[in-house]
């Protein structure tokens, strides 16, 4: 079955920085848009961040242009988000998800990552 383990959340001060990563098994990885989404106390879940299956195409949400970027790695398995200049109001549970190229929808979810800014 299909599994995505979030990791890298922690407590950080604003301005810092942290790496999030996504490891995934049970599907072929390579073949699948990658996301990052995030949801805050009280809010709905939000997008992020995509990449296309071989890295080539990245996507964000205009609140966080310029401050994350999403990268991956194949031959690990692997999705990782680099936040930098961190703000209080992205404190937030950070979600992974996977799409198979070609379809809409986020069916495979991780567990979430918390991440907490403190100002």
């Known amino acids: 079955q299909v599994q995505l383990v979030e990791s890298g959340g922690g407590l950080v001060q604003a301005g810092g920085s942290l790496r999030l990563s996504c490891t995934a098994s049970g599907l072929t990885f390579s073949r699948y848009n990658m996301g990052w989404f995030r949801q805050a106390p009280g809010k709905e879940r939000e997008f992020v961040a995509r990449?296309?299956?071989?890295?080539?195409?990245?996507n964000y949400a205009g609140s966080v242009k310029g401050r994350f970027t999403i990268s991956r790695d194949n031959a690990k398995n692997t999705v990782y988000l680099q936040i930098n200049s961190l703000k209080p109001e992205d404190t937030a549970i950070y979600y992974c998800?996977?799409?198979?190229?070609?379809?809409?929808?986020?069916?495979?979810w991780g567990q979430g990552t918390q991440v907490t800014v403190s100002s």
């Open positions: 990449i296309s299956p071989s890295g080539g195409s990245t």
């Open positions: 998800a996977a799409s198979f190229y070609g379809t809409t929808g986020w069916p495979y």
